[in-house]
C-alpha cells in the first residue's frame, strides 16, 4: 500500500509538472481531434532500496548501481538481479584523515575508480580501484601525487579485466594516462599497466578538470578529446599510436604543447564546478555535447568528419539560459544530464527539464524535504535511464516520447524539413506544418514553392486558387493544380475533370495572348507549347479526356488553336476526329497516310467516298498497302459513288484486280462490279476475265445470268457466245457464234461431254455451213474434224443436183470402218469362251484337290490338337477350329452379316433331322445348304492374312481400357 509521503510526492509531481500549451484543433480537412496525448513525457519513479546511512555519492553503468554512504561503506547491486546487493566496508582500505570526493564508473559496469582528498595537510590524496566481482579494494599506488577529479572512461573497451587505456583529470589541471587491469588470482585487485602524465593544463597554476571525454573519429587513428574547468572548454585532436588496438593519445598532446592556447572555449563563471555531458547516438557514437557553467549551458552539435576547421568539432554551438527559479532570478544546477532533446537541471529541491531547441521549460518536479536534498543526477549511458538520488532515496525516470512537440519547435524556427521529420507522420501535424511553409513562401513572393506545398494540405481548393488568381500568378497556379492532380485518385472523376478542363483553359489562354502579340516564335510560346503537350500526354489526364473531350475540342476551337486540336486528337487516338481534320483543311495525303498508319478499316469505309473522290490514285495505293484488312464489298458504295471518268474507272479497276488476283476474293458483287466495268469500258479485259473464270458454271464468281443480260445489252456478241456456253445453252451459243465466226462456233461445239449434243452442235454448224454455200470440200473436212458425224449424216444438207459419185470415196471409207468393228466384235466374243472354259477348268480341279493333315497338328488361335474339334483349312497354311474362328470372326463383322450368322447357326441346331435331310432344289440336303452359308460368312478369308489383318495395321496392341491392367502385369 502507497505510503502516505509517496502519495504526496505524486501529487507534487503532478500538480507542479510544467504545462505545454494545449493544440488548436485542426480545421484543414481533419476531423477535429486533440493532437497531444495526456502521458507525461517524464516522470520518475521511486526505487525500492533502503541504504543503511545518508547517501554521500552514486554512480550507475549498464544496470548496475552503486552507493557511497555517510557510514563508510559501499552499496552494490546489479539491476538485473535486485536480489544480490552487497555491501563494502570501504574506509578500511584508505588512510583515516581521507574523504570521498568522487566515484567513478566505467560505461560497462565493471571498474569502479573511487577518489579521496586529505582533510589534513599531512596526507594525501588517494585512487582505490574496485572490481565488480571483487570484495576488496586496491589503492592506486602512483595516484598518491595527484587528487583525481574526473576520469575519461575508454568507450570502445569491451574487456571485462582491464580498462584499457583511460585519461585521468586532477585538481591542478593535469591530464594522465594509464590502464588498469583485474588480477583474478588476487581476488580482482588493480595493477598499473603504465601511468604517465601527459598534458597540464593548469600550466602550474591549480586548474581543476571537471570533466573529461575522448572518442575515436570513425576507424581511424584520429581522436578527439574535451576537457573542462569551471571556466573554459578545451578540444585536442589528433593521431594516437594504435599498439594492439590500444590507442596512446599521448601523441594526441604533442601539437599543444609547443603553441599558444588557443583551441579553447572560456565563458567567465563563479563557479567551482562545472560539468561535461555526451549524447550518443544508437551506434554508441558522440552525436551532441553540453557543459555546465554559470551563465548558462553551453550546447553543441559534434561533426568530427567536418572539415571546415580543423581545431573544433563543434557546429551549431549556443548557450542555453536556465529556467527562472521560484524567485524569478535564474541559477545554475547543481548537475544535469543531456538527452538527445532536452536538458534535466537537477538543483538542491527539484528537478527542471529545459528544451534543447527553444529552451522553454517542459516538465518540472519538486522533491519534498523528507527524502533529503538531491545529491546528483545521472544517466546511464548504455541502458539510457536517468537516475536522480537525494540523501535518502532512489529515484528512477521514464522518459517517453520525448519528440513529442519538436515538430512544433522546428515549425516555429521555420526549419519545415525538420518538422516533418518529427511529426510522426501525423497527417493534422503534417498539414499544419505545411500551411506554415506555404503561407511564408508566398509572403516571401516564391509563389511556384508556395503553390507545391500549398497542394499538400487540406486548405480549400477554391481559397487557395482565388489567392493565386488575385495576385496574377498563374504560373503558380498552374503548379498547384498540377500536384493536386497528382495527389487525386480515379474515384475523384469530377474534381479531376474540372482540373483537367480548367488548365487546359489556361494554356490556351497563354498560347493564344501570345499569338495575338506576335510571339509565335519565341521561346516562351515554345515553352509552354511543350508544358501543354507534356500536360496532355499524363496518364490521369488522357484517361479523364475520353469523358471531357468534346469540352476540350470546343474549348482549342473557340481559342482557334488548330494545331493543338489536331495533335490532341492523335493523341487520344480520336482516329474519327484527325482524319476528318485533315479533310476539313483539304489536306487529303495527310488523310490517307493516317489512315495507313493507323490500320482500322472502319474508317477506311467511313472516309472512303471522300478520298476516293478527291485523290483516286493514292487513295487506291492506301487500298492495295492494307491488303486482306480490308473487305472490298465494303468499299463498293465508295467506288459506286465516284465520277464515271476514265481515271476512277482505271483507279478502281486497278484495286479490284489486285484483290481478285492476290486474295483470291470471290464475293459475288465484286466480281459483277468489275465485270460491269469491263463491259463499259474494256472488251478485251472483259473476254480475258472470262477466260480465266473458265468454263465450269459451279466455280464461277460472278452472276452469269447478269452477265449474260448485260452482255446483250452492250451488244458483246462474243462474250454472250461465251456465257451461253457456261450455262449450258449450246444450241443457241453455237448458232450465235456462226453470227461471229465459224471456228468459234466450232470451239463451242467441242465443249459438251454428252458425245450426241456434241453431234447435234456439229451438224447445226454442217447444216449452216453446206445449205449456205454446198461446198463439198468443206463438208469433208467436218467429217475430219467431227468423228461423231458420217456421211450418211450430212448427205440430207445438199441439194437434188449433187450425185453420189462425189461422195464414192467418203461412203466406201464409211462401209469399211463399220466391217472392221463386226470383226472386233467377233473376236472379243470368241476370247471370252476361251477364258470361260478355263474357269470351269479350274474350279473342276480344285473340287478334287485334298490336303494332309498331321495328328500333331495344332490350331493357329487357341494351340489345341487340331483333331479333336471340327475345323478349317486355308490354303496359305493356317488352320482354326471352326468354334474358334467363329469367335474370332464374330466381333469384327458387320452388324448384318453377325445376324445373318447367328440366324443360321440357329436353324443349323434347331431343325430336325428329317429337315435338315431333305433336298432343296439345288440338289443338296437342306443341311449342306446351311453350312456352305456359315462357311461362306466365317471362311471366306484367312483370318491372319486376308483383308481384315490389313485394316488392323492401325490398331494398338493393347486397348486403352486394358492399358492400367497391362501395365501392373509388365511390373
Excluded at 521529420?421 to 501535424?429: E, K, L, R, V
Aim: hydrophobic fraction near 40%; charged fraction near 25%.
Amino acid at each position: 500500500m502507497t505510503s502516505i509521503l509517496d502519495q504526496y510526492e505524486q501529487a507534487s509531481q503532478s500538480t507542479q509538472r510544467v504545462k505545454t500549451p494545449a493544440e488548436p484543433m485542426i480545421s484543414s480537412g481533419y476531423i477535429n481531434m486533440q493532437l497531444d496525448d495526456n502521458v507525461p513525457m517524464f516522470s520518475k519513479q521511486k526505487m525500492k532500496l533502503s541504504p543503511t546511512d545518508l547517501i554521500t555519492h552514486a554512480a550507475v553503468s549498464s544496470d548496475n548501481l552503486v552507493l557511497a554512504m555517510a557510514n563508510g561503506r559501499l552499496f552494490r547491486l546489479d539491476l538485473k538481479a535486485p536480489d544480490c546487493e552487497t555491501e563494502i566496508h570501504y574506509t578500511k582500505f584508505v588512510q583515516a584523515n581521507s574523504k570521498l570526493t568522487g566515484l567513478f564508473l566505467d560505461p560497462l559496469g565493471y571498474h569502479l575508480l573511487m577518489a579521496f582528498a586529505a582533510k589534513t595537510k599531512d596526507g594525501y590524496p588517494e585512487l582505490v580501484y574496485l572490481h565488480q566481482k571483487s570484495m576488496k579494494l586496491k589503492s592506486v599506488s602512483k595516484s598518491r601525487s595527484y587528487e583525481v577529479t574526473e576520469v575519461g572512461w575508454n568507450s570502445e573497451n569491451t574487456s571485462s579485466t582491464t580498462t584499457g587505456p583511460i585519461l585521468l583529470g586532477t585538481s591542478q589541471g593535469h591530464i594522465l594516462e594509464t590502464e588498469l587491469e583485474a588480477n583474478s588470482d588476487r581476488m580482482f585487485t588493480a595493477s598499473e599497466q603504465y601511468w604517465k602524465q601527459i598534458f597540464d593544463i593548469g600550466k602550474g597554476q591549480d586548474t581543476p578538470i571537471t570533466g573529461i571525454q575522448f572518442h575515436r573519429v570513425g576507424s581511424t587513428s584520429k581522436y578527439f578529446i574535451f576537457v573542462t574547468t569551471p571556466t573554459r572548454l578545451y578540444q585536442f585532436i589528433g593521431h594516437a599510436i594504435v599498439t594492439d588496438d590500444k590507442p596512446s593519445l599521448q601523441s594526441v598532446f604533442y601539437a599543444y604543447l609547443t603553441i599558444p592556447e588557443t583551441g579553447f572555449q572560456e565563458i567567465p563563471s563563479t563557479l567551482k564546478y562545472s560539468k561535461l555531458q555526451f549524447f550518443f547516438d544508437t551506434n554508441n557514437k558522440p552525436k551532441t555535447f553540453a557543459w555546465l557553467t554559470e551563465p548558462g549551458i553551453f550546447y553543441g552539435q559534434l561533426d568530427p568528419t567536418s572539415q571546415q576547421n580543423s581545431n573544433s568539432l563543434v557546429t551549431q554551438g549556443s548557450l542555453i539560459n536556465y529556467p527562472s527559479g521560484p524567485d524569478g532570478k535564474e541559477s545554475a544546477p547543481l548537475s544535469f544530464v543531456l538527452t538527445e532533446f532536452h536538458a534535466v537541471l537537477m538543483y538542491s529541491d527539484r528537478v527542471k527539464v529545459v528544451s534543447l531547441l527553444n529552451q522553454e521549460l517542459v516538465h518540472e518536479d519538486i522533491f519534498p524535504e523528507v527524502h533529503g536534498k538531491l545529491k546528483t543526477i545521472i544517466r546511464d549511458v548504455i541502458k539510457r535511464t536517468i537516475w536522480v538520488f537525494t540523501d535518502k532515496t532512489v529515484y528512477r525516470y521514464k522518459v517517453i516520447r520525448e519528440e513529442r512537440n519538436l515538430w512544433r519547435i522546428y515549425s516555429d524556427k521555420e526549419e519545415f524539413d525538420l518538422a516533418k521529420q518529427y511529426c510522426q507522420n501525423n497527417p493534422a501535424f503534417l498539414d499544419m506544418i505545411n500551411v506554415k511553409q506555404a503561407e511564408l513562401l508566398f509572403s516571401k513572393g516564391e509563389y511556384k514553392s508556395s503553390a507545391e506545398v500549398f497542394a499538400e494540405t487540406q486548405r480549400s481548393f477554391e481559397t487557395i486558387c482565388l489567392k493565386f488568381l488575385e495576385c496574377d500568378q498563374i504560373d503558380a497556379l498552374k503548379v498547384y493544380l498540377t500536384k493536386r492532380l497528382q495527389s487525386l485518385t480515379s474515384e475523384d472523376k469530377t474534381l479531376i475533370s474540372m482540373i483537367v478542363i480548367w488548365m487546359t483553359e489556361l494554356y490556351l489562354s497563354q498560347l493564344g495572348l501570345l499569338r495575338r502579340t506576335g510571339k509565335e516564335n519565341s521561346v516562351e510560346y515554345k515553352v509552354i507549347q511543350t508544358d501543354l503537350e507534356q500536360f496532355l500526354a499524363q496518364p490521369k489526364v488522357a484517361d479523364c479526356m475520353q469523358h471531357v473531350k468534346s469540352v476540350i475540342y470546343d474549348l482549342m476551337s473557340s481559342h482557334g488553336d488548330k494545331q493543338n486540336l489536331l495533335k490532341l486528337t492523335i493523341m487520344n487516338e480520336d482516329h474519327e476526329n484527325v482524319v476528318a481534320q485533315y479533310i476539313y483543311r483539304k489536306n487529303y495525303l495527310g488523310a490517307i497516310n493516317t489512315l495507313q498508319s493507323l490500320k482500322k478499316p472502319e474508317l477506311f469505309y467511313q472516309f472512303a467516298p471522300v478520298l476516293m473522290e478527291e485523290s483516286p490514285k493514292h487513295f487506291v495505293n492506301a487500298l492495295i498497302s492494307q491488303g486482306a484488312r480490308l473487305n472490298p464489298a465494303k468499299l463498293l458504295p465508295a467506288f459506286l459513288s465516284c465520277q464515271n471518268d476514265a481515271t476512277h474507272v482505271s483507279e478502281v479497276t486497278r484495286y479490284l484486280e489486285f484483290m481478285l488476283q492476290h486474295f483470291n476474293v470471290k464475293n459475288m458483287a465484286i466480281h459483277n462490279y468489275l465485270l460491269t466495268l469491263y463491259a463499259e469500258h474494256d472488251h478485251l479485259a472483259l473476254m480475258r476475265y472470262l477466260a480465266r473464270e473458265g468454263q465450269n458454271i459451279s466455280l464461277v464468281n460472278f452472276d452469269v445470268h447478269y452477265a449474260l443480260r448485260l452482255c446483250r445489252e452492250k451488244n458483246l456478241s462474243e462474250a454472250c457466245v461465251n456465257l451461253s456456253a457456261l450455262l449450258g445453252l449450246w444450241e443457241s451459243a453455237v448458232e450465235l457464234a456462226l453470227q461471229v465466226d465459224v471456228a468459234l462456233a466450232k470451239s463451242v461445239a467441242n465443249m459438251p461431254e454428252d458425245d450426241e449434243m456434241q453431234k447435234q452442235l456439229w451438224l447445226n454448224i454442217a447444216e449452216h455451213v453446206i445449205t449456205k454455200n454446198q461446198d463439198l470440200k468443206e463438208a469433208m473436212r467436218f467429217l475430219e474434224e467431227c468423228p461423231h458425224i458420217k456421211i450418211e449424216d450430212i448427205l440430207p444438207f445438199f441439194s437434188d443436183v449433187v450425185t453420189i459419185d462425189h461422195f464414192r470415196e467418203p461412203i466406201c471409207q464409211s462401209l469399211q470402218e463399220y466391217n472392221n468393228q463386226i470383226e472386233e466384235t467377233k473376236a472379243e466374243i470368241e476370247e471370252a469362251t476361251k477364258s470361260a472354259e478355263y474357269v470351269r477348268a479350274e474350279i473342276h480341279s480344285f473340287r478334287n484337290r485334298s490336303v494332309r493333315v498331321c495328328v500333331t497338328a495344332e490350331c493357329c488361335l487357341c494351340h489345341i490338337t487340331l483333331l479333336l474339334r471340327p475345323f478349317y483349312l486355308f490354303p496359305c497354311g493356317h488352320n482354326f477350329h471352326s468354334d474358334c474362328l467363329t469367335g474370332e470372326i464374330m466381333p469384327i463383322l458387320s452388324q448384318a452379316r453377325r445376324n445373318q450368322l447367328n440366324e443360321l447357326q440357329t436353324q443349323l441346331r434347331l431343325r430336325t433331322n428329317i429337315e435338315l435331310s431333305t433336298e432343296t432344289s439345288t440338289g443338296l440336303p437342306y443341311r449342306e445348304v446351311l453350312k456352305n452359308e456359315i462357311d461362306d460368312i466365317v471362311a471366306s478369308e484367312c483370318i491372319f492374312c486376308g483383308e481384315y489383318m490389313i485394316n488392323c495395321i492401325d490398331k494398338p496392341f493393347i486397348a486403352d481400357e486394358d492399358w492400367d491392367r497391362v501395365m501392373k502385369e509388365w511390373e
